[in-house]
């Protein structure tokens, strides 16, 4: 098991903003934290990804770093 994650105000408020539109990854990088980790939160907040995201050729669902292209 990892380490547990202390939620700041701050960073929930910075995954409110950017989950909708931005991939888990870079969300993470910011936070300091594992992708699964900013997806799980943003679960358990209600948050869900925009309609405009999923529609990006591009949408973080599979990335370069589990080496899809």
Request: glycine share 8%; with cysteine.
């Amino acid at each position: 098991m990892g380490k547990r994650v202390v939620w700041t105000e701050e960073m929930l408020n910075y995954i409110r903003e950017h989950y909708p539109n931005e991939p888990a990854c870079d969300i993470a990088d910011v936070l300091g934290v594992v992708d699964t980790t900013v997806s799980n939160k943003a679960k358990k907040m209600g948050l869900k990804k925009s309609p405009d995201f999923d529609k990006r050729k591009f949408c973080g669902r599979y990335t370069h770093k589990y080496g899809y292209k």
